[in-house]
């Protein structure tokens, strides 16, 4: 996720998820932009294909020990 | 006005004993009510009615045939995100406010099965998230300890009226910290329970993979008390775990000598610096556990910011699915809070959440392995002492990495307990990690650094004032 934001990108991404907001909640949303885009970037790790995501829980063994 | 407000334990053994009326004891809770929720802005229905029929029904059976457990005749409140069969169930928000649910949710069958007397419907964030609103159709918790502050939340109702004595112990739940923050600003205990222990059949959702639904209660041993009656396995809860029960009170009074606690001092030192008052309680928990035997180790994990991070993407994400189809519709309805929120699901794409959740992978099994050779781990629960109500920032999900996430992140149970009072005279929390379904070792410890200081002997000014008048 990039960290600015235009106003083409920031309509379109709206458009996609459905909503229609007034000029001022777009400019709050362009606020907290970046703030987000650091959040994308802090759960990228170099982790390679095979690294799975969390399914759900069955507690291991190794959790209860 | 009764100046004394007893714990559910208390209540329980002189219930048990028939050494206190039920319905007496529903009726100082109601007295209460009308003296302070004025000003406390905890309940948003009162069901008085209902609370005294239940009261003078648990007296009759108690009278006939003894107690059937601890929590018969209690007087309690579930945060109003539960559904209650004939009961309005508004989730804080003008979507439903004619809400009246056909169905009770799992948490409140098994209360009322467990004979309680519910007293009313609590105060919550809209759908627990955001907040504190101006622009609901019911007002803010405020905070018991001086009412021009923040309760925290979403559980607001609960730990207010907790503190208050309006009840004695109540329903919260808790998708980033929203038992263990009200439960630390409101100077209680509150026990996010391990993911799966308790059903949420019937509650509304907030963020699927990380919602918890738990007790709060004035002590750790009243929530011990409250789990036992909760927990157990749901099939209308697809999470909802499969496995024996044990004995929550079972460890309490056995001391911690021995007990390996782990600290993680950089949470609350270096990510995200507490205030001097946070800080203080904690060091003096420390010395406290450290005085009862307790050996004391250092625990490092990933900077607090990933855990959040983490917490945020999914819970941003599931939250946008959850209440997609009115975000589209009718997303003027939301309050503002909530609808900042709502609008952030626009922002985070699918392979962002995917990453979140591969992360949260990693970070559980990074806390596994902390784990090891430990008991419990310890934090902070707040970063401070309650702020003014009308000063809480509205982005603080960016501005300030919480401390409870990370256990909502891993599933593992977290337990906020009172550790003092900082500015203002406003409370300090410490928060205790566990393991999965190692609940009774949560409370083991909880109990006895309750037992070790002074805090439970000391309610708000606000209630000892009125209880004088």
Redesign the interface.
């Known amino acids: 996720m990039p960290s600015d934001i235009n106003d083409a990108a920031l309509d379109y991404l709206l458009a996609r998820a459905g909503l229609d907001l007034t000029n001022e909640q777009k400019a709050e949303l362009k606020t907290v932009h970046a703030a987000l885009a650091e959040m994308a970037e802090r759960v990228r790790k170099p982790r390679g294909r095979m690294a799975e995501p969390a399914h759900g829980y069955g507690f291991a063994e190794e959790d209860l020990a | 006005m009764s100046d004394t407000i007893p714990t559910i334990a208390e209540a329980a053994r002189q219930i048990a004993a028939k050494e206190l009326s039920p319905v007496e004891l529903t009726r100082a809770c109601l007295t209460r009510v009308h003296a302070l929720d004025g000003e406390l802005h905890a309940f948003v229905h009162v069901t008085e009615e209902r609370a005294l029929a239940e009261a003078r029904g648990a007296e009759r059976a108690i009278m006939a045939g003894g107690s059937s457990g601890p929590l018969h005749g209690i007087p309690i409140g579930l945060k109003d995100i539960v559904d209650t069969k004939g009961i309005p169930t508004t989730c804080g928000s003008k979507f439903l406010q004619d809400n009246i649910p056909d169905t009770d949710a799992a948490c409140a069958e098994k209360l009322a099965a467990a004979g309680s007397v519910l007293i009313g419907k609590l105060t919550t964030h809209e759908f627990a998230d955001g907040g504190p609103s101006f622009d609901l159709p019911a007002p803010p918790a405020r905070n018991p300890w001086n009412t021009a502050h923040f309760t925290a939340g979403s559980s607001s109702g609960t730990g207010a009226a907790v503190a208050a004595g309006l009840i004695l112990g109540g329903i919260g739940t808790d998708t980033g910290g929203s038992i263990r923050g009200p439960a630390a600003l409101c100077g209680i205990a509150g026990i996010k329970p391990?993911?799966?222990l308790v059903s949420r059949a019937g509650v509304a959702p907030a963020a699927y993979?990380l919602d918890h639904i738990g007790p709060m209660a004035w002590t750790s041993e009243d929530c011990a008390l409250m789990l036992q009656a909760l927990a157990g396995h749901d099939p209308r809860d697809p999470?909802s775990?499969s496995r024996p029960l044990p004995n929550y009170t079972a460890l309490l009074g056995g001391g911690i000598k021995g007990l390996k606690i782990g600290v993680i001092h950089h949470f609350h030192e270096v990510d995200h610096k507490v205030s001097e008052g946070t800080r203080r309680g904690i060091d003096a928990a420390l010395a406290t556990l450290r005085d009862l035997g307790a050996e004391l180790r250092e625990v490092q994990l990933s900077p607090l910011?990933?855990w959040?991070?983490?917490g945020?993407?999914i819970s941003?994400t599931e939250r946008?699915a959850a209440y997609?189809e009115w975000?589209?519709t009718r997303?003027g309805d939301f309050s503002e809070r909530m609808?900042?929120r709502l609008?952030?699901?626009?922002?985070?794409?699918g392979v962002?959440y995917?990453?979140?959740?591969?992360?949260?992978?990693?970070l559980?099994a990074e806390l596994?392995q902390a784990m090891?050779g430990l008991d419990v781990v310890l934090t902070a629960t707040q970063p401070a002492e309650a702020a003014k109500i009308d000063e809480v920032p509205k982005?603080d999900l960016?501005d300030r990495p919480n401390f409870t996430m990370p256990f909502n992140v891993a599933?593992y149970p977290a337990i906020s307990v009172c550790a003092g009072f900082g500015a203002g005279g406003l409370p300090v929390a410490i928060q205790l990690v566990g393991?999965?379904?190692?609940e009774p070792t949560l409370f083991r410890v909880a109990d006895a650094f309750e037992r070790a200081t002074p805090f439970r002997g000391e309610r708000p000014a606000l209630v000892t004032a009125r209880a004088a008048a």
């Open positions: 391990t993911y799966g993979s999470a775990a910011q990933d959040a991070a983490c945020s993407l941003i946008a997609e975000t589209r997303l609808r900042s609008m952030l699901g626009a922002l985070v794409s962002d995917v990453q979140a959740v591969r992360r949260r992978r990693e559980r596994q090891k982005w960016f599933g393991k999965p379904f190692q």
